[in-house]
């Protein structure tokens, strides 16, 4: 039933035909992905070049040639000193709303999914309907009476106004509803509470398993976008303190690319950029593994 | 059943907003504290850095009062952010920075404190007059100068001595000639840079003697026609339609700190406030670069104006009145003010700006210059009068939609941009209760 | 097409999924029961961050709030005057256009990409899975710092480029911006929608291509006949998030007139856009809520209709 981590010798008609799990290599198709992949990397490049030269070298040397003086690790030690060390905290900061949120959001969804792909409730489509037709409401807009409502529940500038709204991913719900439908099957539920397991135990003990994978792929997006989380923490947090990365970091390239007499400290804002960036690399790399280890759905479905 | 349920969830969470919305800015009363033992902790939004320098001082002094400087943003995010929390009636911090454009915005429709209540009129003499203007809407103070932008002509006297302009140019007249030759060094050198820059064009104007915003309580009056207007206009027009501006390069970019490090920009008018910043957006430079006075309109002459500047107010519900303007007079006036200096603020302060220390202090990056000096003289003959409408921080973003046209295709002129920029201003002036005409 | 069939993994869009039939009706209100305790702490919250403040926002979009003279109710005033708004309507018809053009060649290269990736036939995987997704992970204001330089004319990438070929193009001005955006936001969001694609591929039972290639199909003949079925239900989903993102843009539009000038980016240049302007800086909360909830409708539609389409599609295979 695992036919992916089988490698199966296929047939002995080699050349036009291929094995499955282990194909014959194109050199067309990998020139193609690498080009594509050439046009992701080039601005890449750039934020790894530039993270390496001083501010002063950064005005007056081409883009993607190197600074004069080497100075990555200058600027990492400078992002973490500039401020107090205030980088640190929005690290900090970051972490807490992304691991908690991700965490959070994975479940909900997962849950809501599950009641909606196997489970009858009265108002299902008016409560799909209303999901999806929300979010259709630019956030932008949103933004004024959300902070009013959350002032009124005296959640602005503490870390509730981030964490409550990175709890709802109504993509990850549908993901999940759609995962749910294929990935569990219905019978072996029905036999988990003809064993007498309630709902609830037949959702943690029998479909979360089923929906690891799943899980993996709502819980890297929803990472992602609370890493990237922008214009809420703008405008709910006014105390520094609890900032996440992106609004600490803006705040560093406003104070030189405004009108003013701030100081202009883009390497730090380009380094602190790089840094912010290396854990979401390292947290789809971690979980890599998931996506290789041939979703259970194809196993259920075969 | 489900859904009544939800609909009263919905009304319980609504209602109060509702009733929020129907009165709000009523709101927060605000006893004052900060006068006895009892121990007050004020917020202070501020984006400029120098401020947070002079807490300790000031808590040292004043034991009772511990203050909390926070960065809510820049300009407009910071005003948005002060219009929400006043909506609120949560989150009012007790003393805000404000551009000198913002202040009516906020003092007209009654959401700054006078400053008056506090004894703030004693400290008047201690400005220069257009200062003290600029914090003053229908004969109240509202806010405290706290930086200063008197334009002056950074220029980088290598590329104009290179071009054959052997002095800085006194008049505009000199500085037409001055940009021909310039631009004859060919490439992309240019002697000014402008792409739809209202501040820059205002400074102009109001050199030129143009005072094209009237404002009277609730009434606004706008014309762009008047005699200086119209000179400073016809002038710019003039450069812009010779091909005399790199009308390519934007402020504050990255490619505009390229231009200003490799010479391509030969000068830049603007608010004093850039002798701090320049140095590293322009390392290259060093020792090219100086500050002279605006060019005048007429050989002889010595009138400035603004470019930029900014204050500090207290909201009207703010929930300590007393304290925050006891550290806003300690920062502004007191010790603290020299500790701000020290840290690279300009400042109006006739007190500061007619000191020896100030005056002669030589700058390296400027070549030895006494930039403190010429920034000084820049101060005392801004143009006095000036008004901005209370609805500026509208009408500056919006300035921008009805030049870039012009600047990138040619068409229309000038004169006519701003006169489409009235009319807008009149129609949402009007909107917003304003009496514009 | 019996295999097109099996593989069919995605439910269609709206319709509730095969949940098991006919249950007995006692155990049927259990789960009924049940169905509403799970989907609560979901609901609840999504009440709190997205219902409420809708309803509020609707709730604002009926008063005209003034500098003077504070808040009066208007009615459907702040409606009327945003279907008489040029600036509105200029852009809407922008993020229509982008739609038509980028969304299409978005999802091509997604889909393109995730093919060729389960294909197997690539050398390094997980490299390119890595890379390609890498951009969206990159935050907005940082992406469009490093495109400014790669398309700047005079600094950048793109001005060495001209130089080296003796052109003179400029991927800021006013007629090139929007290709410019597009350039950036099919970017950061290929890698995203490929992801998608891919799991959605990876769900297929591998025994179907083994039967295929035991019957003799090339790559192409199982493409068309396993794997872009297989996708359908995939494509409907990110056409929908991609029109609601490409109609709620903003992030681009803001931050590049800090960096080029005159790139004919307007405060109205897209309806979010303008939207965070008239609420930001024009004290116009009531009318950038109308705005909002009119950009809603109209999404809603679009993204139903696309529904409707696919599901039409769906049934006809």
Not at chain 2, 318 to 325: L, S, Y
Not at chain 2, 330 to 338: C, I, P, R
Not at chain 3, 40 to 55: Q, S
Not at chain 3, 274 to 300: C, D, E, P, R, W
Request: proline fraction near 5%; aromatic fraction near 12%.
């Amino acid at each position: 039933m695992h036919p992916t981590s089988s490698p199966r010798a296929a047939g002995g008609k080699a050349g036009r035909l291929y094995t499955v799990d282990n194909p014959k290599k194109s050199a067309t198709v990998t020139v193609m992905t690498a080009l594509f992949a050439f046009y992701c990397l080039l601005p890449l490049a750039w934020l790894v070049i530039n993270a390496t030269k001083s501010q002063a070298d950064f005005v007056s040397t081409f883009g993607l040639a190197p600074g004069r003086k080497f100075a990555l690790w200058d600027n990492i030690v400078e992002v973490f000193r500039y401020q107090d060390g205030i980088f640190s905290r929005w690290l900090v900061n970051t972490l807490l709303y992304v691991v908690v949120g991700a965490t959070v959001s994975t479940f909900l969804a997962a849950l809501g999914g599950y009641a909606l792909a196997k489970l009858d409730f009265r108002g299902k489509r008016v409560f799909l309907f209303v999901v999806l037709g929300s979010i259709s409401v630019p956030g932008i807009a949103l933004a004024i009476p959300q902070f009013l409502l959350f002032a009124r529940l005296g959640l602005t500038n503490t870390p509730w106004a981030i964490l409550l709204p990175s709890f709802i991913n109504p993509f990850g719900l549908y993901l999940m509803w759609v995962f749910t439908a294929e990935a569990v099957p219905s019978g072996l539920l029905e036999a988990a509470k003809i064993d007498g397991a309630g709902e609830l135990r037949t959702f943690l003990r029998i479909a979360l398993p089923l929906l690891a994978p799943a899980s993996v792929t709502v819980l890297l997006f929803s990472f992602v976008s609370i890493w990237n989380n922008y214009f809420l923490p703008l405008i709910m947090l006014k105390d520094p303190a609890w900032y996440p990365l992106t609004v600490g970091i803006n705040q560093w390239n406003k104070l030189g690319s405004t009108a003013g007499n701030g100081a202009l400290v883009q390497n730090l804002v380009i380094t602190s950029a790089l840094l912010t960036i290396i854990p979401l690399i390292i947290a789809f790399l971690g979980l890599q593994r998931y996506w290789q280890s041939g979703l259970s759905l194809g196993a259920v479905k075969g | 059943m489900r859904l009544s349920r939800k609909v009263r969830l919905l009304c319980a969470a609504l209602v109060p907003m509702f009733g929020l919305a129907a009165c709000s800015g009523g709101a927060n009363g605000g006893g004052d504290a900060g006068g006895g033992d009892e121990q007050v902790k004020i917020t202070v939004w501020s984006w400029d850095g120098t401020v947070e320098k002079a807490v300790p001082g000031f808590q040292a002094a004043n034991p009772n009062i511990k203050v909390e400087v926070v960065n809510a943003g820049s300009s407009q995010d910071e005003y948005k952010a002060l219009d929400n929390a006043i909506q609120a009636g949560s989150g009012v911090p007790d003393l805000v920075m404000f551009e000198y454009f913002a202040v009516p915005y906020f003092a007209i429709p009654g959401k700054l404190a006078d400053l008056g209540e506090f004894g703030a009129d004693k400290l008047k003499d201690d400005y220069v007059p257009a200062a003290w203007g600029d914090v003053t809407v229908n004969g109240k103070v509202y806010a405290l100068p706290s930086d200063y932008g008197p334009s002056a002509m950074f220029y980088n006297a290598a590329t104009l001595k290179k071009a054959g302009v052997d002095k800085p140019p006194a008049t505009w007249d000199e500085y037409y000639e001055a940009a021909k030759k310039v631009h004859a060094l060919g490439g992309d050198h240019y002697i000014a840079q402008d792409t739809g820059d209202i501040f820059f064009l205002l400074s102009l104007i109001w050199q030129a003697g143009g005072r094209p915003f009237k404002v009277d309580g609730n009434k606004v009056h706008i014309d762009f026609t008047d005699e200086g207007t119209t000179k400073a206009v016809a002038f710019w027009q003039k450069m812009l339609d010779e091909g005399l501006v790199n009308t390519k390069v934007t402020g504050w970019s990255d490619d505009w700190n390229r231009t200003l490090n490799d010479g391509s920009l030969a000068t830049q008018t603007m608010g004093g406030w850039l002798t701090s910043t320049l140095p590293e957006r322009a390392p290259k430079a060093a020792g090219d670069f100086r500050v002279a006075l605006m060019p005048q309109w007429e050989q002889g002459d010595k009138v400035g104006a603004e470019n930029g500047g900014s204050s500090f107010g207290i909201p009207a519900a703010a929930p300590h009145k007393e304290a925050a303007f006891k550290f806003l007079e300690y920062f502004t006036h007191g010790a603290g003010l020299q500790t701000r200096v020290d840290a690279g603020a300009f400042v109006p302060n006739k007190s500061v700006l007619d000191s020896e220390a100030f005056r002669n202090k030589a700058v390296d990056y400027f070549g030895g210059q006494k930039v403190g000096a010429v920034l000084a003289e820049a101060s005392e003959i801004v143009g006095s009068g000036w008004q901005y409408p209370p609805f500026f921080e509208w009408a500056r973003s919006i300035y921008g939609d009805i030049a870039s046209p012009y600047y990138t295709s040619g068409k229309v002129s000038l004169a006519q941009i701003l006169e489409q920029w009235k009319q807008r201003c009149i129609q949402y002036g009007n909107e917003q209760g304003f009496q514009v005409d | 097409m019996d295999l097109a069939r099996r593989s069919d993994v995605t439910p269609p869009a709206t319709s509730s999924p095969d949940a098991a039939r006919d249950p007995a009706p006692a155990r049927k209100r259990r789960r009924s029961r049940a169905g509403l305790a799970f989907i609560a702490p979901f609901g609840a919250l999504f009440a709190l961050v997205f219902i409420v403040p809708i309803l509020y926002a609707a709730f604002l979009s009926l008063f005209q709030e003034r500098l003077l003279g504070g808040t009066t109710f208007v009615g459907f005033a702040n409606y009327g005057k945003l279907f008489r708004d040029p600036q509105f309507w200029d852009g809407v018809g922008r993020v229509f256009r982008f739609t038509l053009v980028q969304v299409p060649i978005m999802l091509l290269f997604a889909m393109a990409l995730a093919l060729a990736l389960d294909s197997r036939r690539v050398h390094g995987i997980r490299f390119f899975r890595a890379t390609i997704f890498l951009p969206y992970a990159v935050p907005a204001i940082v992406s469009t710092l490093m495109w400014g330089f790669l398309l700047g004319v005079k600094y950048g990438l793109f001005g060495s480029l001209n130089h080296a070929l003796g052109t003179d193009l400029d991927p800021f001005a006013p007629g090139n911006t929007l290709i410019s955006i597009g350039l950036m936001v099919t970017w950061a969001f290929t890698g995203f929608n490929m992801l998608i694609f891919y799991s959605a591929l990876k769900a297929v039972p591998r025994e179907l291509y083994e039967a295929a290639a035991i019957d003799g199909a090339n790559e192409f003949q199982i493409i068309r006949a396993i794997k872009l079925p297989a996708l359908r239900g995939s494509l409907v989903v990110t056409i929908i998030f991609s029109i609601i993102g490409t109609f709620q843009m903003f992030n681009e539009p803001q931050i590049l007139p800090t960096m080029v000038a005159n790139s004919g980016v307007t405060t109205y240049y897209t309806p979010n856009l303008y939207a965070y302007n008239l609420a930001f800086t024009g004290s116009q909360q009531g009318y950038a809520a109308a705005l909002a909830l009119v950009m809603a409708a109209i999404t809603i539609a679009v993204a139903y209709a696309v529904q409707i389409r696919g599901l039409r599609n769906a049934s006809d295979q």
